[in-house]
T-cell receptor, first 114, second 111 residues
Framework: GAGVSQTPSNKVTEKGKYVELRCDPISGHTALYWYRQSLGQGPEFLIYFQGTGAADDSGLPNDRFFAVRPEGSVSTLKIQRTERGDSAVYLC????????????FGPGTRLTVL | KQEVTQIPAALSVPEGENLVLNCSFTDSAIYNLQWFRQDPGKGLTSLLLIQSSQREQTSGRLNASLDKSSGRSTLYIAASQPGDSATYLCAVYQGAQKLVFGQGTRLTINP
């Protein structure tokens, strides 16, 4: 079956603009995660959804970042008033039911803020 | 706060050698531990998941061990091949919800 997909694969934007990043999890996976990976670093947790609700958003760096998952499948990460420091690869993962079950990652979206 | 450290940061070995990558974590109260591979410009590929009650997992030429009490895990790669060249990431499940990653070991296998 299909794995986790993310669109776009690359996004270049200007400082101050708004961006949306999309994640399609593996079909049937109820848990969805967003991570951010800066160059040369390991990924860092942003937010975790169980179904439609954000069960843990403790990793979101500030209120410019917001994520939704309205129907419990596709998720969108939204970044307002982008800053150059937001430049990174944004990774999405899904798992069958959360609770430390194996997470499967998508290819990521590389965001560049000029 | 959980911290995960991977040593070495980079490793270069000739083809055919057996090698060990190291991962340590500060808080032993973890659920599971997962090893990933990341190729340049790509996402993460899961290699092995070790549940907290297990001490090791094997898949082909890969063997991962877990010692929770000492806060350590190792990934053993047998008979290395140039195609094994990638960055290897160790991550622990903290609070059963999120992964905390190390910075990775960049592995180069020389033909």
């Amino acid at each position: 079956g299909a794995g986790v997909s993310q669109t776009p694969s690359n996004k270049v934007t200007e400082k101050g603009k708004y961006v949306e990043l999309r994640c399609d999890p593996i079909s049937g996976h109820t848990a969805l995660y967003w991570y951010r990976q800066s160059l040369g670093q390991g990924p860092e947790f942003l937010i975790y959804f169980q179904g439609t609700g954000a069960a843990d958003d403790s990793g979101l760096p500030n209120d410019r970042f917001f994520a939704v998952r309205p129907e419990g499948s596709v998720s969108t990460l939204k970044i307002q008033r982008t800053e150059r420091g937001d430049s990174a690869v944004y990774l999405c993962a899904s798992s069958a039911s959360g609770g430390a079950n194996e997470q499967f990652f998508g290819p990521g979206t590389r965001l560049t803020v000029l | 706060k959980q911290e995960v450290t991977q040593i070495p940061a980079a490793l270069s070995v000739p083809e055919g050698e057996n090698l060990v990558l190291n991962c340590s974590f500060t808080d032993s109260a973890i659920y599971n531990l997962q090893w990933f591979r990341q190729d340049p410009g790509k996402g993460l590929t899961s290699l092995l998941l070790i549940q907290s009650s297990q001490r090791e997992q094997t898949s082909g030429r890969l063997n991962a061990s877990l010692d929770k009490s000492s806060g350590r895990s190792t990934l053993y790669i047998a008979a290395s091949q140039p195609g094994d060249s990638a960055t290897y990431l160790c991550a622990v499940y903290q609070g059963a919800q999120k992964l905390v990653f190390g910075q990775g070991t960049r592995l180069t296998i020389n033909p």
